[in-house]
């Protein structure tokens, strides 16, 4: 199973980025999926989560400004960022537990290649 994060790029204070994740490979189902963030220096830390039945859960820093969602159709997660502070650059990773084809059903868990986010004062 491969996860293909993409959108990431340099935007100034206040602006607004689309983050997608593609996972493929041999999926038998997609349970949580969600997306986390490493800043310069720091730890990776949470960012927002989505169930396969869609309940979310969000980092306080990131409430009313952030919203994830998916497409269960395209094996997809999705983050929208909007009003972009200095303090949410930080390489953004995708995370998904994936039931693979052929392993049982117990989840495994997989990160995309992580992509860059840097917001300008």
């Known amino acids: 199973v491969q996860l293909q994060a993409s959108g990431g790029g340099l935007v100034q204070t206040g602006g607004s980025l689309r983050l997608s994740c593609a996972a493929s490979?041999?999926?038998?189902?997609?349970?949580?999926m969600g997306w986390y963030r490493q800043p310069p220096g720091k730890q990776r830390e949470l960012v927002a989560t989505?169930?396969?039945?869609?309940?979310?859960n969000y980092a306080d820093s990131v409430k009313g400004r952030f919203a994830i969602s998916r497409d269960n159709a395209k094996n997809s997660v999705y983050l929208q960022m909007n009003s972009l502070k200095p303090e949410d650059t930080a390489v953004y990773y995708c995370?998904?537990?994936?039931?693979?084809?052929?392993?049982?059903?117990?989840?495994?868990?997989?990160w995309g290649q992580g992509t860059l986010v840097t917001v300008s004062n």
């Open positions: 490979g041999s999926i038998f189902r997609i349970n949580t």
């Open positions: 995370n998904s537990w994936v039931i693979v084809t052929g392993r049982g059903f117990g989840d495994n868990e997989f």
């Open positions: 989505i169930s396969s039945g869609g309940n979310t």
